[in-house]
């Protein structure tokens, strides 16, 4: 019997040395994360990365988005393997302010409450919980 895999993405948006991470107001247990989700059937990874910083955080850019890099991780809570894929955005133009925003679609995420915060790159690696964090010495190489 086969593990199922579903296709993932991670955003890794970065603005003046900081990387933007969420906490979810009323799941705290989940930890400190960047945004992401599910790519959608006969969506590409890129397009994906897009759609789903809009959901999750309400924020755009202009800035060319960067796939930097792809691996596997087993999410023990879904018994399931993630294929991930870390895009990157990088654009000092965003304002590093803390903010908070409530994901406006998604089958099972719209609702969730989440609080945005900016932290230096250099500390982000340990912080961020589920692996978010693998990719991270990659962002200094693009």
Request: glycine share 6%; proline share 3%.
């Amino acid at each position: 019997m086969s593990t199922e895999r579903v296709n993932k993405v991670l955003v890794y948006v970065v603005s003046n040395g900081h990387l933007l991470v969420n906490v979810h107001k009323i799941s705290s247990e989940a930890g400190v994360q960047v945004p992401g989700g599910t790519v959608e059937e006969n969506e590409d990874t890129v397009t994906a990365a897009v759609r789903e910083l809009f959901e999750e955080s309400g924020l755009t850019s202009t800035t060319e988005p960067l796939v930097i890099d792809r691996y596997d991780y087993f999410a023990e809570w879904e018994n399931r393997v993630h294929e991930r894929t870390v895009v990157l955005i990088h654009d000092d133009s965003i304002n590093n302010e803390p903010f908070e925003h409530t994901v406006s679609s998604g089958e099972l995420d719209e609702g969730i409450e989440l609080s945005y915060d900016w932290i230096p790159i250099e500390l982000s690696k340990d912080m961020l919980a589920a692996d978010h964090g693998r990719s991270i010495e990659l962002i200094s190489r693009q």
